[in-house]
């Protein structure tokens, strides 16, 4: 049985949106709350506003990145895109810094409790604001590693997951694998990977060693830096074959664009089968997770607004244009 977050914005600082009789909201954070960068107490305000775990550099040495609240991102100025935003999250990947693999991570549910089975269901949507950072002394480079939704059945670290995004300078679609450019300057696109995991994808079309990883069939539209995207994702593994990830990103104050369409029976070449045992969702999310290698990456900041986990499209916050003030302005470093 899920455990399902329908809360009050005065009582935690998200917004409830609905409950179960009208569409569940699985969970969503506008992050309208302080945590600073230095604060010790970091992991428990962010356990206090509906987060089941946190780990941040604040409080664990082995995290190699920061997570904090912030009202000011350099080189950036006018609004957040969020309902009556104020304040957004930081997410600041140290792995070049510390020339390590970082280790940091705000958790959803647990993985080694039963009951927390299909706590990110099956049928699952995301949606969240996203702005890269390439400015000042925040240049960030997108790495060779990085595991942004790392979703369990288990406890970390796991085999046991059905898909899992990572983002990087590369479009990641096996035909195609149109570069960004090294280093990325802080634009990347997200890509999908069942690797050591529970189900099989496999993408008959595309390179036979990455038949397991996709990303984006529609280069026009990625994560570009200095500018606020919103990425919506669709996760479907309710069935043993036909299971299908689907992303749309729209850029602040203009209109959506699908950029992956991975659906399995119906996506020339591409199969999606999971074992009837492993159906369904997950008891775990991490975010961002693990990101670099020692040695080989450097760091990246990049800011969100308004996160939504979501068992229905309808129940994602709606960002009509006419509601939308002039695109920010932004440094663009070219």
Same mark, same amino acid.
């Given at each position: ?5 329908? /809360?009050s914005?005065?009582? /935690?600082g998200?917004?409830?949106?609905g409950?179960?009789?009208q ?7 506008n992050?309208?709350y302080? $945590?600073?960068r !230095?604060?010790?107490?970091a @992991?428990?305000?962010?356990? =206090?506003?509906?987060w ?6 604040q409080?664990a ?9 912030? &009202? !000011?991102?350099? %080189? ?11 304040? $957004? *999250?930081?997410i ?13 991570? *705000? ?7 039963? =009951?927390?089975?299909?706590?990110? @269901? ?5 949606q +969240? ?5 390439d ?5 960030? &480079?997108?790495?060779?590693r ?6 369990? !059945?288990t406890?970390y670290?796991?085999?046991?997951? *059905? ?5 990087? @300078? ?5 035909? !195609?694998?149109l570069?960004l450019?090294?280093?990325?300057? %802080?634009e990347?696109? +997200?890509?999908m ?6 189900? $099989?994808?496999?993408?008959? #079309?595309?390179d036979?060693?990455?038949t397991?990883?996709?990303?984006? #069939?529609?280069a ?6 200095n500018?606020?995207?919103l990425?919506?994702?669709h ?20 209109a959506w664009?699908k /950029?992956?369409?991975?659906? %399995? ?9 999971i074992? =009837?045992a ?8 991490r975010?961002?997770?693990?990101? %670099? ?14 996160? /939504?986990?979501?068992?229905?499209e309808?129940? #994602?916050p709606?960002?009509p ?6 695109p920010?302005?932004?440094?663009? $470093?070219?």
């Amino acid at each position: 049985m899920r455990n399902i977050f329908v /809360v009050s914005f005065i009582a /935690v600082g998200m917004f409830g949106l609905g409950d179960a009789a009208q569409g569940e909201v699985v969970f969503r954070d506008n992050f309208e709350y302080a $945590v600073g960068r !230095n604060d010790t107490n970091a @992991p428990s305000i962010f356990i =206090s506003r509906g987060w089941n775990g946190a780990k941040t550099q604040q409080t664990a040495s082995g995290a190699k990145g920061y997570l904090y609240t912030t &009202t !000011n991102i350099p %080189g950036f100025t006018g609004p957040f895109p969020g309902a009556n935003s104020s304040r $957004v *999250l930081a997410i600041e990947a140290l792995p070049g810094t510390f020339n390590q693999q970082t280790d940091f991570y *705000l958790e959803l549910g647990d993985g080694g409790r039963a =009951s927390y089975d299909d706590f990110i @269901p099956g049928d699952v949507w995301f949606q +969240f604001w996203v702005y890269s950072q390439d400015y000042g002394d925040q240049r960030s &480079t997108y790495p060779t590693r990085s595991k942004f939704f790392y979703v369990c !059945n288990t406890a970390y670290p796991c085999h046991s997951h *059905l898909w899992m995004i990572g983002q990087g @300078p590369q479009t990641y679609d096996p035909s !195609n694998w149109l570069p960004l450019g090294s280093p990325s300057q %802080g634009e990347f696109f +997200f890509q999908m990977s069942s690797a050591s995991g529970a189900s $099989v994808i496999n993408y008959a #079309l595309g390179d036979p060693y990455t038949t397991s990883s996709v990303g984006s #069939l529609n280069a026009s539209e990625w994560v570009k830096r200095n500018r606020w995207t919103l990425v919506k994702m669709h996760f479907n593994t309710t069935r043993t074959s036909g299971n299908s990830w689907e992303v749309w990103m729209r850029p602040y104050g203009g209109a959506w664009t699908k /950029v992956s369409e991975w659906i %399995g029976g119906r996506t020339p070449g591409f199969t999606w089968d999971i074992p =009837s045992a492993s159906v369904g969702g997950h008891r775990v999310l991490r975010m961002p997770s693990t990101v %670099g290698r020692e040695g080989l990456d450097t760091d990246y900041w990049m800011y969100m607004d308004d996160f /939504v986990i979501a068992t229905s499209e309808s129940d #994602l916050p709606v960002y009509p244009d006419v509601l939308l003030p002039n695109p920010p302005s932004a440094v663009n $470093v070219d």
